[in-house]
């Protein structure tokens, strides 16, 4: 950010700040090869703990992914539950919320 001090003017550097924390945070899972589909999370799981447990772990765990959607502003709500509970494209969802690819491509975590 202040070796493109002069470049860019910022609107909400909260924001800013906390997307560019989060990217950040996602390069280096991934890098690191820390960052597991939640598909292959579950499956996981299941082979490691016995039913019982397993059970609960997946009961805790859509409980945290719910409170963590649940957190996100309406709009980014929208577009995420669009994009990953209905398997929408983004260009699907950016012409059903009139919005351009772009704005919801910015709106969805990165992978």
Not at 80 to 104: D, P, Q
């Amino acid at each position: 950010m202040w070796n493109h001090r002069g470049a860019n003017y910022i609107d909400n550097l909260p924001a800013y700040l906390f997307s560019a924390v989060r990217n950040n945070v996602f390069r280096a899972l991934k890098k690191e090869g820390r960052f597991i589909p939640i598909d292959d999370l579950l499956v996981e799981v299941q082979l490691f703990y016995p039913d019982a447990d397993s059970d609960l772990l997946k009961k805790e765990f859509f409980k945290t992914y719910d409170a963590l959607v649940n957190a996100m502003p309406p709009a980014r709500q929208k577009i995420f539950r669009m994009h990953y509970h209905e398997n929408l494209s983004t260009k699907e969802i950016a012409e059903m919320l009139k919005l351009s690819r772009g704005t919801v491509q910015n709106q969805l975590p990165r992978q």
